[in-house]
């Protein structure tokens, strides 16, 4: 069975910063384009962040050069950098996978990340 | 950008009615022969779940009341025979490229 979890939300300051992680079981990172998709409190979902198979990342707009997605071969995990922390950036993020070409077959529950003084 | 833009915002339906949500992009999601749309259902405090794929591939598990018709720009979910299970926001989405993005949501309720 495939799983996701992803760990290291919280309560930052504005311009601080923040690593999540996300764990998933079942599949490698390493196979997949792996994303990271954000939903404010009360909102819709909005794509974060992705990274594909060769490697190659792709972030939206408001947070190109603010965040950076990786993985981690040996460790399995997916990661995202998250700096100069903003009160907007204020979501649960979610860890999510394509199966092939086809996405997003598989989602970590969220971890909450607020951004507030 | 690719916009994803659902119609309508809300509807409240009865038990055993059928539920009918549009989702229209701002561009062509065909290529391939494929149409890169997806359907969730999201219920409070979960993740959204994986509903339907490439507009019309049931995933897995997902009940055949739910199904997903369209092609190029316009895309249409639709829940026969409603149940009470099924109140909850429900998204499109398009993977035809980056940035992905996804419609605005259309809560489904019980009248």
């Known amino acids: 069975e495939v799983q996701l979890v992803e760990t290291g939300g919280g309560l930052i300051q504005p311009g601080g910063s923040l690593r999540l992680s996300c764990a998933p079981s079942g599949f490698s990172v390493i196979n997949t384009y792996m994303s990271w998709v954000r939903q404010a409190p009360g909102k819709g979902l909005e794509w974060v962040s992705m990274i594909y198979r060769d490697g190659t990342t792709y972030y939206l707009d408001s947070v190109r050069g603010r965040f950076t997605i990786s993985r981690d071969i040996p460790t399995n995990t997916l990661s995202l950098q998250m700096n100069n922390l903003r009160a907007e950036d204020t979501a649960t993020y979610y860890c999510?996978?394509?199966?092939?070409?086809?996405?997003?077959?598989?989602w970590g529950p969220g971890t909450l990340v607020t951004v507030s003084s | 950008d690719i916009v994803m833009t659902q119609s309508p915002d809300s509807l409240a339906l009865s038990l055993g009615e059928r539920a009918t949500i549009n989702c229209k992009s701002s561009q062509s999601v065909f290529s391939s022969n494929k149409n890169y749309v997806a359907w969730y259902q999201q219920k409070p405090r979960q993740p959204p779940k994986l509903l339907i794929h490439?507009?019309?591939t049931r995933e897995s598990g997902v009940p055949a009341r739910f199904s997903g018709s369209g092609s190029g720009t316009d895309f249409t979910l639709t829940i026969s025979n409603l149940q009470a299970e099924d109140v909850a926001i429900y998204y499109c989405h398009h993977y035809y490229n980056t940035p992905h993005s996804f419609g605005q949501g259309t809560k489904l309720e019980m009248k």
């Open positions: 999510a996978g394509c199966s092939g070409d086809s996405c997003y077959h598989y």
């Open positions: 490439w507009a019309s």
